[in-house]
């Protein structure tokens, strides 16, 4: 769960604001490939696709809305209702839009979306470790727990302590 509002306050912006764009954006992809000239404007060249496994955009629009974007959704959902596994889920879908990326750097010509949403990922996997506490030193030392009775007892019969 995270605590910490102004951390919660922009893990929820970030994480919704990639699911929506990512949905959108998958939906714009899919509506390309089905009918080019709908959205001719939007969606990219498919020169971009040359020397890749797609011959179209239906099926990176497909992944992108439902992987990336669903994975965001689900994020958002977990950060929004204080669920005990947000964690994980911002951290799944962190990696997600991560590894998208860099697949997309490798297959497609440069773009300034492309570094804006890896700094989303990064900073989304930055912000969970925050909340996780590594990267502070005020954390309390493990206590040692009292010995509980049964083993005061038992130390007792056998003559130790």
């Given at each position: 769960?995270?605590?910490?509002?102004?951390?919660?306050?922009?893990?929820?912006?970030?994480?919704?604001?990639?699911?929506?764009?990512?949905?959108?954006?998958?939906?714009?992809?899919?509506?390309?490939?089905?009918?080019?000239?709908?959205?001719?404007?939007?969606?990219?060249?498919?020169?971009?696709?040359?020397?890749?496994?797609?011959?179209?955009?239906?099926?990176?629009?497909?992944?992108?809305?439902?992987?990336?974007?669903?994975?965001?959704?689900?994020?958002?959902?977990?950060?929004?209702?204080?669920?005990?596994?947000?964690?994980l889920?911002?951290?799944?879908?962190?990696?997600?839009?991560?590894i998208?990326?860099?697949?997309?750097?490798?297959?497609?010509?440069?773009?300034?979306?492309?570094?804006?949403?890896?700094?989303?990922?990064?900073?989304?996997?930055?912000?969970?470790?925050?909340v996780l506490?590594?990267?502070?030193?005020?954390?309390?030392?493990?206590?040692?727990?009292?010995?509980?009775?049964?083993?005061?007892?038992?130390?007792?019969?056998?003559?130790?302590?």
């Open positions: 769960m995270i605590r910490r509002r102004p951390i919660r306050y922009l893990l929820l912006g970030l994480t919704g604001g990639v699911a929506a764009t990512s949905v959108a954006g998958g939906i714009a992809l899919i509506t390309g490939a089905i009918w080019p000239s709908a959205l001719s404007g939007i969606s990219p060249p498919l020169e971009h696709l040359e020397g890749s496994p797609f011959d179209s955009y239906l099926l990176p629009g497909i992944a992108l809305a439902l992987i990336v974007g669903g994975l965001h959704g689900v994020a958002f959902t977990a950060v929004l209702q204080r669920m005990n596994r947000a964690n889920a911002v951290t799944i879908a962190a990696y997600a839009i991560v998208w990326i860099i697949v997309q750097m490798t297959i497609i010509p440069f773009s300034i979306l492309q570094t804006v949403y890896l700094a989303v990922g990064l900073a989304e996997i930055g912000l969970v470790l925050i506490g590594v990267f502070s030193d005020d954390r309390e030392p493990p206590r040692h727990r009292p010995p509980d009775e049964a083993r005061l007892a038992m130390r007792h019969r056998i003559g130790v302590g």
